[in-house]
């Protein structure tokens, strides 16, 4: 399959019967363009974090909803590792087939050597449905998170750990400061 092909996404969609709406547009290069295409869509965008233990040896995607803070801390620690940074662009493309910009959970079917940990937010998990990039961040698609959970995940052989995503860091008051 080609990497960083929408129209092969939607064929591999398809061929595993999950249903999905799509649409072309500008390049989404914020949250906020983000937002305004899940409205037409019909659902949230989700976002998606590329991250990696500090020696580039253990690689995670990250689910969150479009609004929920982010700190590496907190996620690190929920998850049990120490010092979780931004993964680099060379494994990004080699592991999920995608740029900056672009990432999405749907590249999990070129990370054939599962090396990619998928860590889901607990609010994302229970969305009926929500909006990724099929690979490229000029088409949008939306589908049932379910559809996502049981068809898609279970065709690329990953294991989503669920985790709950509160925007603190664990054990201090009010969040990091």
Known sequence: MERSSPQAIYDLLREWGIAFESIQHAEAATMEDCKAIGAQLGAPFCKNLFLANRQQTEFFLLLIGEDKKFRTAEVSKKIGRSRLSFGNEEKLYQLLGVH???????????????????????????LERFCVHPCRNTESLALSTADFT??????????????????????TEGGEK
């Open 100 to 126: 900056p910009g672009s990432i999405s959970p749907m590249g999990l079917v070129f990370d054939a050597g599962h090396e990619v940990q998928l860590l889901i937010d607990q609010d994302v998990a229970a």
């Open 150 to 171: 049981e068809i898609f995940l279970k065709k690329t052989g990953h294991l989503p750990q669920y985790i709950e995503i509160t925007g603190e860091i664990p054990g």
